[in-house]
């Protein structure tokens, strides 16, 4: 059975930020590793893998180009994340994760989907 630990320090000069770090370790079912590369214009495209997840309970994506980001069958504008930004849910149950590139050339995505 896969395992995640996740380790996330936050750290800001002269600031006490509760509950940091913040570790946890979980186990699930499945895991799936993606490397993809999605061009741009397409609409919103099921990241590979998604579907074969019945609840996406973590989910890392980053790229190297503007991409936003949908779960679970959203319909409005969705979650810009930055070229080089980092999405992350942990503890999640999500049915669907997708994606659009409008930057005006090809995304190198990857990450990790995990769950049932």
């Not at 609409?43 to 997840?53: F, H, K, N, R, T």
């Not at 999640?92 to 190198?108: E, R």
């Amino acid at each position: 059975m896969p395992s995640l630990r996740l380790n996330v320090l936050a750290d800001v000069a002269n600031m006490l930020i509760p509950d940091f770090p913040f570790i946890r370790r979980l186990e699930f079912s499945e895991s799936i590793a993606i490397e993809y590369d999605q061009v741009t214009g397409a609409s919103y495209v099921a990241v590979p893998g998604s579907s074969i997840l019945t609840a996406i309970q973590v989910v890392i994506l980053t790229a190297d180009k503007n991409i936003t980001v949908r779960t679970s069958g959203q319909t409005d504008a969705g979650s810009l994340i930055g070229a080089d930004g980092l999405f992350l849910l942990f503890n999640c149950n999500l049915s669907a994760i997708t994606v659009q590139n409008n930057s005006g050339d090809t995304a190198h995505i990857t990450g990790l989907l995990m769950g049932a």
